[in-house]
Every structure is written in C-alpha cells, then in structure tokens.
C-alpha cells in the first residue's frame, strides 16, 4: 500500500478526535458564560487543563500512527498466476483468496483528501450470494490502482478463455491484443499484440467535465503518471440539460423539500396554539411584530414565506450537490467491460464485466415520463464493504449508466455500451383484462393510501369532539380541528381519486415478453419501470396464485436473478393464467421456446 496509509489515516482519526474534543469544550464554555462565571483567577488551571487536553490528544494520535504504522508493515496483496491475495492483520494474520474467474468488478472510490494527495481505495467485488463481501484495498496509489484494474481484467479474461478451452498462449496473446496486458504465457507474440491497444477520448459534455478533467490530469501528490488502461469503443457523458435535470429530479431533493415543509409547518403551529390561547411569549410577540412590518400583520402569509424559503434554499442545495456528485460523468464500453465514473469532489468509479450484467433497467418517475426521460442503470451481483455495514447502506441494486437520459436514446446507449443485450423483445403481453377491476380494488382500497388516511382522521375528530369540553377555549380549539380535518378529507380525496389513476395507469403500462433469448417485464403506474434479462441469467421461475386469483384466473409471474445483494425477484401481478403457464413451459430446460 501507499504510505499514505499511515499518516494520512492518523491525521484523519486526530481531525476527528479534535473536533469532538472542541465542540465539547465550546459547549462548556458556553455554559460556563451564561451562567455568569468568569476566568479571571481560574486561568492558571485552565491553561493546564487544556494543555493536558492537548497532550492527550497528541498521545493517543502518537498511539493511532503506531497502530497505523504496524498495519501498513503487515498490508500487502499479491498477484499470483491464479487468484489475488490480500494479506492483512498484526496479531491476527489473515489471507484473502479471489480467483480471477470470480471477479465481478473493480471500483475505485477517493474522498477529497485522499483525491488531493492521489489515493483512492480499490474495493473488488466477487461473484456471491447474500452474504457476498468486497475485498477491499486501501490507500493505493492512484496509477497503481488503474494498473490493477486492468491486470485483474486482463487475468480474469485469461482464466475464463482458458477455463473454456483455448490453448494457454492463445488466450494469452487475445488478451494482450484487447488490453494491451502481456501475461508471461503470451510470449513474443503477445509483445506485438498489445502494441496495437490504445484508448480513444471524448470532448466534455457540460460545465462541469472541464473542472473535472483538470482534477483528472492533476492527480494528487502522489498520483503518478496515467495508465492506458485499454481501447474504449463507446463513450459518452452528460449534456448541461441533462446535468440540471439530474439535480432537479433527484429524490433527495424533493424529500428535503417534504421535510422543509413538514419542519416549517410544524415549528408555524407550535408558534400559533400559545396565541391562540392567549399566551403570548416574547419570542411570538417578536415574531408577530417582525410579520407586521413585513407581511402587514398576516402572521400565516409571513409563516408560508418562511417555509417555501427553506424549502427553496435545501432544494437549492441538494440540485447543487447532486450536480456536483454527477460532476464529469463518463460512462464506456472498454473492452469486455463497462465503466462508469463521476464525482467531482468525491470520485467513484465502477468498473464491471459485461458476462456479470444481469439485467438492463429502464426506471422512469412521474417527472421523468412527463418528459419523455428515464434512469438507465444495469443489475449486476452487488456486494458489501468487507468489514464495515455498507450492505445495509446500499440496498439500492445496479449500477447507473445514465441518470437522465432521453427514452429516444436508450437503444443507441444499449447498442454501444451492451451489445450483447441486443434482440430484446418489444411485443409485450399485457395483463389479464380482469386485471384493471383487481388493481383498482388493491390500490384504491387494500392500499389506498387516501382512504385509510381518511379514516385516520375521522377517528381523530371523533375522539376530539367527544373528549375536548367545549368552553371558551375548547370550542376554539375544536374549531381548528374540525376546519383541518375537512382540509384532510379534500385532500384524501385527491389522493383517493390519484390511487386510482394510478391503477389505471398500471393497467394500461404493465405486461411482459420473451424470445428465445430474452425476457423483459414491464410495472407501470405513476412511475414505470422496465427490466429485460438474458433467459440465461434466470436462476429459477414460478408463478403464484392466490383464491382471489384463481377464480380471476390470473396468476403473479415471478423470475429470480442474482442481481443485487442476494438476488432480485422480478415480478408481474395477474397476468392471464394461460400466458403463465406458456411462460413457465418457455423456461423450462429444453422446454417450449418462443421464436
């Protein structure tokens, strides 16, 4: 590993260390003045409380470098003819086994600090189940890390063709012609086929790219020179629109925005009950006078303008940073591989091998189909950080090769970036035409999230006007209750009545199709969502039928991949139970196939 390792991650625990060590002496300080007191004779002790506080702190980072120091003495991988190994661990020694043909994918991830100094840490993933773990390796050299991709590439490519036949030096000499690695089994042969391996460039796309590339080109203290790491056949970023239209529709934007709301509203009401009542605190009272000056005395016109500006300035805030995250995105087909990689601050980059695609997923939101747009993204075996809780961090499954792009595009991009996904089904097959009456009753009743709302809400007006004496004071109160609770019913309504456009919606969007090779399932509604899948990669398949399905005569279509952490299921509810059992014959080994 980079030496980095050891100072870089000491000076990272003592920065922390600090931090927590100068906002608990603040806070103290802080309560020491309100409460009146004074330094004044006090300051002899405390000059040697803080400088204890300060040796403190200087021993335990002291301790933190040594533990550091004794780690990286013990921290090393080896590139053996068969499998990486990494060696880690001071008392306890452990050894890591990943045989080349089970890699999945090489990414890379830098923090800023570690982009300033030109380190990154390589995480590679394996082919596993649910409790899959990444192997990951620190604090590398940022020249050193892309040598690595491409050597465990280049191994992988040579294991597989090996593994299915082809004679060692051949297969040696293909991979040095498509990647420009020269194993020890290629010979002289392989020294002129990697001679003609290069890599091709791509213009910026938008504001950002240029910065991007120049962080790029940089490369840290330590980064060293860039390595060619193979030809690329198909690249592409993002447009200016389409970066601004990736940080308008991201969802933590719009969940900032709920919460901005929510806050503000909540604070607003908390504000009005004590004027209400008649208990005015001077807080409210400055609040009041401030809304006078502004708003002329209309304290709820001067609580909705504190609100939408809170709300603007996070929505605001989150657009900026998700432009910033997808900041010099570039995704590319090289060689066997895709790789994408973008963050402007924080870098990632994901690189995955075409064979450990396991689906292509075509994800719109409301917003997304208004425009005429969609999240492209492709289902790959994920796995977890070793050793840390990024599994449950990360549930999100595939890996995102356009965040925005328009629907029109999407075969181009497929063609270029997964050729082998070509032939995919168009015919869908739609539900059964029971379907539309079941989805209304699923999702405007069983789901409804209008109508148990509304009941939520006629329970609580009825228990408050059955347990709030109505004087003075409670009729006020009850007053406001009843007025929200109609507010509630209209809005119940319209999320009664959306439920079961939405039904509808799905309906009319939802079916799916196969071929001899392919499968595709379509989920509509709101949001619509495509998933089309090699017959090959289908772990297993069934159908499910509930009493309410069988005398509809639909059953539910389900088919298992090992996308994700433990595999997805995808699934489509009441198709006609004709097409399922036709289905289930097609995916049958040497069953009925469709041509």
Known sequence: MHHSY????????????????????????VGAFADGEAIGGDLPLLMLVIGAIVLGLVLIIGLVALFQWLSYKHLYYVIGPEEFNLYSGIFNKKRVHVPYQRIQSVDQRASLLQRLFGVCTVSIDTAGGSNNKAV?????????AEQLRIELFARKQYATAVQEGMAPQEAAVAVAAASGVVLPQAGAAGQAAAAGAGAAGQAPHNVLDAPAEIWTDVRGVFGGSAVDTGKVTYEYGLSNKELLFTGLSNNTAFVLVILGILGGAAQFASQMAPVLTGMVDPLVGQFMLLSGQLFGGNLVAAGVALVLVVAAVMWL???????????????????????????????????VSVDRVQSVIVKQSFIRRLLGYCELSLGKIDAAAEGSDEQQKSLSQGLVVHPFVKMSRVPEILAGLVPEFAGVPVESTPV???ALRRALI?????????????????????CSNAFIVPDADGLTILFYINTGAFIGYALCLVLFVMDLV????WFRGSGFAYNEHFMQVSNGGFARETVSFPRKKIQFGYTKTNPFQRRARTATV?????????????????????DARSWLDWLKPRGNVVE
């Open 502 to 505: 939405g039904a509808v919606l």
């Open 6 to 29: 050891i100072w870089l991650g000491s000076i990272q625990a003592g920065a922390a260390m600090f931090f927590v060590v100068l906002v608990s002496g603040f806070s103290g300080f």
């Open 442 to 462: 699923r999702r405007g009743i069983i789901q409804g999230t209008g109508l148990w709302l509304a009941v939520v809400i006629a329970i609580g007006q009825v």
């Open 432 to 434: 059964a035409p029971v």
């Open 317 to 351: 805030l989150s657009i900026v940073g998700s432009a910033i995250s997808f900041g010099g995105f570039r995704a590319c087909r090289r060689d066997n591989r895709i790789e994408v990689e973008r963050g402007l601050l924080q870098h990632q980059f994901q690189g």
């Open 136 to 144: 990951q390796v620190p604090y590398v050299q940022k020249s050193q």
């Open 558 to 578: 389900s088919a298992r991949t090992a996308a994700g952490i433990g595999g997805t299921t995808i699934r489509l509810i009441d198709v006609c139970e004709e």
